[in-house]
């Protein structure tokens, strides 16, 4: 059996022979040519069996070692001698085989992607809440217009509140308050801003505005027009509604001005009002009244004897345009 060497690993019988007579040849050159003592010996010995379990990588250098002490030519014999058992050594050596190489591993199996996830199914759209057109006619006589009155029922009916029976007039009516809170309520930011802002005042003779009353004209009058655009440049946002005052209506024309309506409205009245847009005020009623609009009210002037004028920011003064009829035009 064959005990593996530290270093080459030895596997024939030939490199143990020629490894045992280099053991010979150390004592031989230790005795004869380098002149040892006794102590040297063991010392020869050591090396060769270090030659012998080390292999040539190590027993070279000690066996130079042992040489380079001896002289002359004896020094050199040696020399030749250890060279000639290296090769042959050498040439009994049989090298380990080379290590099987690894089986390459397997290209990684290809992964398909998972399947997209389902779509969530979309929210169903709100029902839509028809609003009742008597509601919406109620808004638009208290001066709203009819997109915002129709804006603010649909934001009420949406949000639960019960579509009132138009007999039960105390449901109306409280349907009818919760739309004008909710449009006190959606331009207030915007009317206080307004109303501190620095603005000037343009009036439209013969012309008769459409607007929310901030201040009615019963019992509030002015002078003149310019007198009642003053009052309404004056005029502070208060609750409920917050409105600024944006818009104003004076009767100018001895002893009244008329309009198709139950109040009798005198010579100084100065109505206060609020539009959402003044740059393009709703008129109700403007010019010369046409033959059908006489023919419906046969007490009506020749002309409107209202005057009418809006109050705007100083630097879009230039930009207030000639109006459009309002809701309530197509009513009288």
Known sequence: MVRPPIGRRCS???????????????CCFGLKLMSLRPRHLLFALAGSVGCYLAGTVLGRPLLYSLLDRAQGPARQRGRE????????????????????????????????????????????????????????????QAGFPKQRAFDALHAVLHNGTAVPDPADKAAVSAVLQLAQQWLFADH?????????????????????FDGYAVKWGIGHNA?????????????????PSWYPCNTFVFCGTEPTCFAPAAHTFTFGQCWLKHQDDPLVPQINMQGVY????????????AFVQWTSGVVVRKELAGQVGNGTASARAGWH
């Open 12 to 26: 024939t019988l030939p490199r143990q022979v020629l490894w045992c007579w280099l053991v010979c040849c150390c």
């Open 81 to 140: 001698a250890v060279e000639t058992l290296v090769i042959a050594s050498a040439s009994t050596t049989r090298m380990p085989p080379p290590l099987p190489a690894l089986p390459e591993s397997p290209p990684p199996a290809s992964v398909a992607p998972p399947p997209p996830l389902p779509a969530l199914p979309e929210s169903p759209p709100p029902a839509s809440v028809a609003v009742p057109s008597p509601l919406i006619e109620a808004l638009i």
């Open 188 to 208: 207030k930011a915007a009317g206080l801003a307004e109303a501190a802002a620095e603005r000037v005042f343009l009036v439209f003779n013969r012309t008769d």
């Open 223 to 239: 002078t003149t027009a310019e007198d009642c655009a003053a009052k309404c440049l004056a005029f502070q946002p208060v609750a």
């Open 290 to 301: 046409d033959e059908a609009y006489k023919t419906r009210h046969p007490e009506a002037p």
